[in-house]
């Protein structure tokens, strides 16, 4: 090489090295190698599991099978157009057929996780994975739609992190860089850029104004939640108490009742058409009936789970009506939005002493009324009852019907379907059921004796957690019992399945695990921390609304502002944060080409020394320089012929990747 070109050369140009680089990249349309389309289909994956894990479980292991056997099929080459357009429509239509060819929240996601599940079918290029990528992050998005635990959000942020690290390693195919990073160090430089937009992320969470109503509304689920409802028909509860999901936490502000008196009220039942119990849309409307509470009052933080409906539980009776909620004339709590996200209610309740001692016509009457032409044995025995009773003696009649039902009934979840006289069966032949049986035909028994009745439905006991001293109340804790009227007491509780199987009542989860298998035993402490992380979680970050955003910033002098003003604060921290990850990212732009990203950093190792390569010295000039004050140093002099070597003759300067590698392990 002549001197004189050395000489220029050696001054680095980077346009003329960026120009001849780009020669090297591939284009959009290369095909990716395995690196690339293992890192692409890894990141796809990990966006689409936490979306799946709140779809059904059978369709989520369809739609799974479906993108894993069609991934693989189309691991050499793409599958033809018109079989990817068949198998789109065929799941489609599995999606849709699931949901009932009703459309809401859920459907939408499942039909995202659907194509994302096939989108990997014409992954071949880096613009297919570029594709893939993009559409991906929808997914973790869809999935805060229907759940916003800690379990979704660590798997979501887990997928994004998979994605920018998948992203990281097609930008470094399309420089056409030989290196090729290892797992560990991949990931470590994603988290490293995470780190910095951490405090962006942070100020939006804690400044952005809570609104009172979402920006934006998305349609309810077409599937519902388990929980409770409006109607109770005997039999149609099995899926729901075998639910151990949590659908209430209850922590009291001094002593809990006892369990045996932990009864959640919630739907109350007046009509009955001979198969199903409905509440009365017309009671709605009326103010609550009178009530006397008694002196033991109980307060207590209500935190209802997610269920998508308006039904609205409290420890019978609550003294007063929690604001965003409305109460009936039989004190059946509704609120006013449907529960569509975890909610905290505050609540104060005391048992009644007299409710509604004074009975409306209109009332009595609709809580007497039985159906013509159903079930003839039960009401021949009441109006048996109740001549042998005399009038006036309702009490005598709900005695003499629990004494029969506590000896001559059984408690048993398997039960036959009914036929058309429901009642009539089960108690003169089945004689066994759960809360569902024994409440209603209680009170078809009490109406036909004259004695006025409803049937109420909530949850009953629950399950003290140690390690947050609160309690749970579960979704398979769903009970149903009745109130009937008796003069000068107003209504009254009466549970016919206490009288059979009290342990269904007053049972913790902790006294039914110590019967069951030793492994449930073991891993009931496991549960309890996990519940008790959920609850934290609930709290931190679900839980934090106005209130408390008021409250964190009144420390600052910020607890009076308003909205607009809590907008401009979020604009100037956020702009600030902004700045700062600008300022980061500049600063430590990365030199796209390896080797002299690699001589760069062998310059500033030296530069630490008082070595460092002045602005119009060579390589050669500088490596002589050094040689000269440090005699040792060889072995820059033959790296820095091997840098200029490869980068102005190439073909003499040896492998790149074996440069690279040189160039890094060398110290002054």
């Given at each position: 090489?002549?001197?004189?070109?050395?000489?220029?050369?050696?001054?680095w140009?980077?346009?003329?090295?960026?120009?001849?680089l780009?020669?090297?990249?591939?284009?959009?349309?290369?095909?990716?190698?395995?690196?690339?389309?293992?890192w692409?289909?890894?990141a796809?994956?990990?966006c689409?599991?936490?979306?799946?894990?709140?779809?059904?479980?059978?369709?989520?292991?369809?739609?799974?099978?479906?993108?894993?056997?069609?991934?693989?099929?189309?691991?050499?080459?793409?599958?033809?157009?018109a079989?990817?357009?068949?198998?789109?429509?065929?799941?489609?239509?599995?999606?849709?057929?699931?949901?009932?060819?009703?459309?809401?929240?859920?459907?939408g996601?499942?039909?995202?996780?659907?194509?994302?599940?096939?989108?990997?079918?014409?992954?071949?290029?880096?613009?297919?994975?570029?594709?893939?990528?993009?559409?991906?992050?929808?997914?973790?998005?869809?999935?805060?739609?229907?759940?916003?635990?800690?379990?979704?959000l660590?798997?979501?942020?887990?997928?994004?992190?998979?994605?920018?690290?998948?992203l990281l390693?097609?930008?470094e195919?399309?420089?056409?860089?030989?290196?090729?990073?290892?797992?560990?160090?991949r990931?470590?430089?994603?988290?490293?850029?995470?780190?910095?937009g951490?405090?962006?992320?942070?100020?939006?969470?804690?400044?952005?104004?809570?609104?009172?109503?979402?920006?934006w509304?998305?349609?309810?689920?077409?599937?519902?939640?388990?929980?409770?409802?409006?109607?109770?028909?005997?039999?149609?509860?099995?899926?729901?108490?075998?639910?151990?999901?949590?659908a209430?936490?209850?922590?009291?502000?001094?002593?809990?009742?006892?369990?045996?008196?932990?009864?959640?009220?919630?739907?109350?039942?007046?009509?009955?058409?001979?198969?199903?119990?409905?509440?009365?849309?017309?009671?709605?409307?009326?103010?609550a009936?009178?009530?006397?509470?008694?002196?033991?009052?109980?307060?207590?933080?209500?935190?209802?789970?997610?269920?998508?409906?308006r039904?609205?539980?409290?420890?019978?009776?609550p003294?007063?009506?929690p604001?965003?909620?409305?109460?009936?004339?039989?004190?059946?709590?509704?609120?006013?939005?449907?529960?569509?996200a975890?909610?905290?209610?505050r609540?104060?309740s005391?048992?009644?002493?007299a409710?509604?001692?004074?009975?409306?016509?209109?009332?009595?009457?609709?809580?007497?009324?039985?159906?013509?032409?159903?079930?003839?044995?039960?009401?021949?025995?009441?109006?048996?009852?109740?001549?042998?009773?005399?009038?006036?003696?309702?009490?005598?009649?709900v005695?003499?019907?629990?004494?029969?039902?506590?000896a001559?009934f059984?408690?048993?979840?398997?039960?036959?379907?009914?036929?058309?006289?429901?009642?009539?069966?089960?108690l003169?032949?089945?004689?066994q059921?759960?809360?569902?049986?024994?409440?209603?035909?209680?009170?078809?028994?009490?109406?036909?004796a004259?004695?006025?009745?409803?049937?109420?439905t909530?949850?009953?006991?629950?399950?003290?957690?140690?390690?947050?001293g609160?309690?749970?109340?579960?979704?398979?804790?769903?009970?149903?019992?009745?109130?009937?009227?008796?003069?000068?007491?107003?209504w009254v509780?009466?549970?016919?399945?206490?009288?059979?199987?009290?342990e269904r009542?007053?049972d913790?989860?902790?006294d039914?695990?110590?019967?069951?298998?030793?492994?449930?035993?073991?891993?009931?402490?496991?549960?309890?921390?996990?519940?008790?992380?959920r609850?934290?979680?609930?709290?931190?970050?679900?839980?934090?609304?106005?209130?408390?955003?008021?409250?964190?910033?009144?420390?600052l002098?910020?607890?009076?502002?308003?909205?607009?003003?809590?907008v401009?604060?979020?604009?100037?921290?956020?702009?600030?944060a902004?700045?700062?990850?600008?300022?980061?990212?500049?600063?430590?732009?990365?030199?796209r080409?390896?080797v002299?990203r690699?001589?760069?950093?062998?310059?500033?190792?030296?530069?630490r020394?008082?070595?460092?390569?002045?602005?119009?010295?060579?390589?050669d000039?500088?490596?002589?320089?050094?040689l000269?004050l440090?005699?040792?140093?060889?072995?820059?002099?033959?790296?820095?012929?091997?840098?200029?070597?490869?980068?102005?003759?190439?073909?003499r300067?040896?492998?790149?990747?074996?440069?690279?590698?040189?160039?890094?392990?060398h110290?002054?």
């Open positions: 090489m002549p001197a004189c070109a050395r000489s220029r050369c050696c001054r140009q980077p346009a003329r090295s960026t120009t001849t780009a020669r090297r990249r591939p284009s959009r349309s290369a095909p990716l190698d395995a690196q690339a389309r293992g692409s289909l890894a796809a994956g990990a689409l599991l936490p979306l799946l894990l709140q779809l059904p479980g059978t369709l989520a292991l369809g739609l799974a099978l479906a993108g894993s056997v069609a991934t693989a099929a189309s691991r050499r080459r793409p599958l033809p157009a079989l990817r357009l068949v198998l789109s429509l065929a799941l489609v239509a599995v999606v849709l057929a699931n949901a009932r060819f009703a459309f809401g929240r859920d459907t996601c499942a039909l995202l996780a659907a194509m994302l599940a096939l989108k990997p079918m014409e992954l071949a290029t880096l613009r297919d994975a570029r594709s893939l990528l993009g559409f991906a992050l929808f997914a973790p998005f869809a999935t805060f739609l229907l759940d916003q635990g800690p379990l979704s660590v798997l979501g942020l887990g997928a994004a992190v998979l994605v920018l690290a998948a390693r097609l930008s195919m399309e420089s056409g860089e030989p290196e090729v990073l290892a797992p560990a160090p990931l470590a430089r994603v988290l490293r850029l995470v780190a910095i951490l405090p962006l992320a942070l100020a939006a969470f804690w400044l952005f104004p809570r609104m009172a109503t979402p920006l509304g998305v349609p309810e689920r077409v599937i519902a939640r388990p929980g409770l409802s409006d109607t109770m028909a005997p039999g149609e509860w099995l899926d729901l108490m075998n639910d151990d999901s949590v209430l936490r209850v922590a009291f502000d001094g002593p809990a009742p006892p369990t045996s008196e932990m009864y959640w009220r919630g739907p109350v039942l007046w009509n009955y058409d001979g198969r199903e119990w409905t509440t009365s849309p017309w009671f709605r409307g009326l103010p009936a009178p009530v006397t509470h008694g002196p033991r009052r109980y307060r207590y933080d209500l935190e209802v789970e997610a269920t998508d409906r039904q609205l539980v409290a420890l019978e009776l003294t007063e009506v604001d965003g909620a409305q109460a009936s004339i039989d004190h059946m709590l509704r609120t006013e939005r449907p529960l569509s975890t909610t905290r209610w609540m104060t005391a048992a009644p002493v409710f509604e001692p004074d009975l409306r016509g209109t009332l009595r009457a609709a809580a007497l009324r039985l159906p013509d032409g159903f079930n003839p044995r039960t009401i021949a025995l009441a109006r048996d009852w109740r001549a042998q009773a005399g009038s006036g003696n309702d009490a005598a009649i005695e003499r019907a629990l004494a029969w039902i506590g001559e059984g408690y048993t979840l398997s039960t036959p379907l009914p036929g058309r006289h429901a009642v009539d069966e089960f003169f032949d089945q004689k059921g759960f809360c569902e049986h024994f409440s209603s035909a209680f009170v078809v028994l009490m109406r036909a004259g004695v006025p009745a409803r049937v109420v909530g949850y009953a006991g629950g399950y003290r957690n140690p390690f947050g609160y309690w749970i109340v579960r979704r398979s804790d769903a009970h149903a019992w009745a109130e009937v009227w008796l003069p000068g007491r107003g509780r009466v549970d016919p399945t206490a009288a059979v199987a009290p009542i007053y913790t989860l902790a039914r695990a110590s019967g069951g298998p030793a492994g449930l035993r073991a891993l009931a402490p496991m549960y309890d921390v996990g519940d008790w992380m609850r934290g979680w609930n709290d931190l970050v679900l839980g934090f609304d106005a209130a408390r955003q008021q409250r964190l910033l009144r420390p002098g910020g607890g009076d502002l308003g909205s607009s003003q809590l401009a604060l979020f604009a100037l921290i956020g702009g600030a902004l700045a700062a990850m600008l300022w980061l990212v500049a600063r430590g732009e990365r030199e080409d390896p002299l690699a001589w760069h950093r062998l310059g500033a190792r030296y530069a020394l008082g070595l460092g390569r002045r602005p119009h010295e060579t390589a000039a500088w490596s002589a320089r050094v000269a440090r005699p040792q140093s060889t072995a820059l002099v033959a790296l820095s012929a091997r840098f200029a070597e490869w980068r102005y003759a190439r073909g300067g040896g492998d790149a990747r074996t440069l690279v590698h040189d160039l890094r392990a110290r002054p």
